[in-house]
Nanobody
């Protein structure tokens, strides 16, 4: 079985920083793209940032210059360093990993359960 689990959410004041982590575990052969999404109350889930296994990154315009995505392939772990946080960054943050499980021919997306980030003004 494969599990993807986020950690590091919490409550922070505007202008503060938080670091999220996402760890994939289980019988994993390879992890391709990894990504952070977020969903605020009453809004659709949106892509925050993603990173390929080669390290290429992409960011939503709303977080460029404030958030940094990274990954440690040896640990099957991805990070999101969030700085200069704003109240509008408040959301549940989800990790997604496109990976191939041992015994499977194809890769598919696995999702974490989400971690709450709340930014107070």
């Amino acid at each position: 079985q494969v599990q993807v689990m986020e950690s590091g959410g919490g409550l922070v004041q505007a202008g503060g920083s938080l670091r999220l982590s996402c760890a994939a575990s289980g019988r994993i052969v390879t992890i391709n793209r990894m990504a952070w999404y977020r969903q605020a109350p009453g809004k659709q889930r949106e892509l925050v940032a993603d990173i390929t296994n080669g390290g290429s990154t992409k960011y939503a315009d709303s977080v460029k210059g404030r958030f940094t995505i990274s990954r440690d392939n040896a640990k099957n772990t991805m990070y999101l360093q969030m700085s200069s946080l704003k109240p509008e960054d408040t959301a549940v943050y989800y990790c997604a990993a496109n990976l191939r499980q041992g015994g499977s021919t194809y890769a598919k997306d696995y999702w974490g359960q989400g971690t709450q980030v709340t930014v107070s003004s």
